[in-house]
């Protein structure tokens, strides 16, 4: 069964870093493109970010820059590291797998998502 | 980059009403578009893929059209288990970018 479970969000002051991980099983997080999503309080999804396959990476213009995706084969983990943190990065976190369809897939699973709240 | 607009951003209607949901893309994205519902404080989930390809446990009032720039979702007959939020989102390149969402209620 596959199964995305992220951690690492909480509360951070404004200029801080926060790292995100997304623990998968039920496959391999390098056999398939990830992204993170996110969604701020009462709004609409967001793309934030993919790593591809091959490890090509991507980011929305609003954190290019500021934060990093990566994965960690051993540990079939995604993370996102957050730098830089602004108000308008509160939201809630979301890791998720694209089905593999060439040549790209839709979001097939989703993680239950953690919020980051950014705030003095 | 590509913008993604959907339309109507609400709407009510009725138990047993047809219900339609339009997203366009501001430039070609052929059917690399995929539909997604979020319930009430729940994960999205993911409807249709392909622009009209529905995903496995879908229910078939549920259905996808479209190619190229207009796109759009269709619920058959509306039940009350699908009040819910629906997105549009664009996957043939990055950004993925989402629609800004469809709240769909009872009336």
């Known amino acids: 069964e596959v199964q995305l479970v992220e951690s690492g969000g909480g509360l951070v002051q404004p200029g801080g870093s926060l790292r995100l991980s997304c623990a998968a099983s039920?496959?391999?997080?390098?056999?398939?493109?990830m992204s993170w999503v996110r969604q701020a309080p009462g709004k609409g999804l967001e793309w934030v970010s993919i790593?591809?396959?091959?490890?090509?990476?991507y980011y929305a213009d609003s954190v290019k820059g500021r934060f990093t995706i990566s994965r960690d084969n051993s540990k079939n983990t995604l993370y996102l590291q957050m730098n830089s943190l602004r108000a308008e990065d509160t939201a809630v976190y979301y890791c998720?797998?694209?089905?593999?369809?060439?040549?790209?897939?839709?979001?097939?699973?989703w993680g239950q998502g953690t919020l980051v709240t950014v705030s003095s | 980059d590509i913008q993604m607009t959907q339309s109507p951003s609400s709407l009510s209607a009725s138990v047993g009403d047809r219900v339609t949901i339009t997203c366009r893309a501001s430039?070609?994205?052929?059917?690399?578009l995929a539909w997604y519902q979020q319930k009430p404080g729940k994960v999205p989930k993911l409807l249709i893929y392909?622009?009209?390809t529905l995903q496995s446990g879908v229910p078939s009032r549920f259905s996808g059209s479209g190619s190229g720039t207009d796109f759009t979702l269709t619920i058959s007959s509306l039940q009350p288990e699908d009040v819910a939020t629906y997105y549009c989102?664009?996957?043939?390149?990055?950004?993925?970018?989402f629609g800004q969402g469809t709240k769909v209620e009872i009336k």
């Open positions: 998720a797998r694209e089905a593999f369809l060439a040549p790209a897939g839709p979001l097939d699973y």
């Open positions: 039920g496959f391999i997080v390098t056999n398939n493109d």
């Open positions: 790593v591809h396959t091959g490890g090509r990476t």
């Open positions: 430039q070609a994205i052929s059917n690399y």
């Open positions: 392909a622009a009209s």
């Open positions: 989102q664009k996957y043939n390149s990055a950004p993925r970018t």
